[in-house]
């Protein structure tokens, strides 16, 4: 069975990867000050963090059309695809798989939408499990989801909470941290929600208690340093973990300036990781 699998692009996943495994990735969109980009069009990862302080009024995000899933579904039927896996961003957090799901709806169920229960990599690695197990068909495609995404861990450290105040987007669980918007939370995202795991004071504390996490999980299948517009924060974590898990680590890293479609709501100099345990 030919399959073809779907994702959007709140999947973080670098171009060589999605061209390696032939993915079609639908863009969410971003609306800055009245403007509407796909993701990934119009304005750049680093130019939207530079100016991210900037803007007059919180940038905000939608889902992708139904029509622009039914026409990636179609294409990959019209392509001699069998079957598609469709796979996509946490349906607690956004919309996008309810919008996959009703464009599925027209295709006979020859369109399964899968709830990746993630963000970023985490729905990253699921989607490129799938291409990886395609070969093997729907169930052995599937059963690669599931399995990553039962080893997966994705954690993060906010510079603060004002972007997610302002977004109005904030979980609920960073809720107990009440007005204080200049701590930097550091959070889990599990099985579709987004968990608070403590409340920071500096960014060398936030740095020190991700680092603690990232060596007290194991060793790893999969790895992605993720951040916010802050690329050498980034480097100086890989850098550390790698000195100080050399055995641990997979042969590729990812370094990933995570979409705006996910940092409009969490702002800038974040820093997190996405990882498969082995």
Known sequence: MKLGIVTDSTCDLPLHLIEQHALQVVPSILVIEGKEYADGTGITRQEF?????????????????????SARYQRLLDQGCEHIISIHAAGGLTAIGAAARQAAGDFDGRVTVVDSQSLSLGLGFQALAAAEAAEGGLEAALRAIESTRRRSHVFAVLDTLVYARRSGRIPAALTIFGGLLRVKPMIELANGEVKAVVALRTTQQANDRMAAFFNASGQFERLAILHTGAEPRAREFLRRIMHENSRSLPREILMVNVTPVIGAHVGPNGLGFAAVRA
């Open 49 to 69: 963090y530079g100016r991210l302080p900037e803007f007059r009024t919180a940038p905000t995000t939608a889902a992708p059309s139904m029509g622009e899933f």
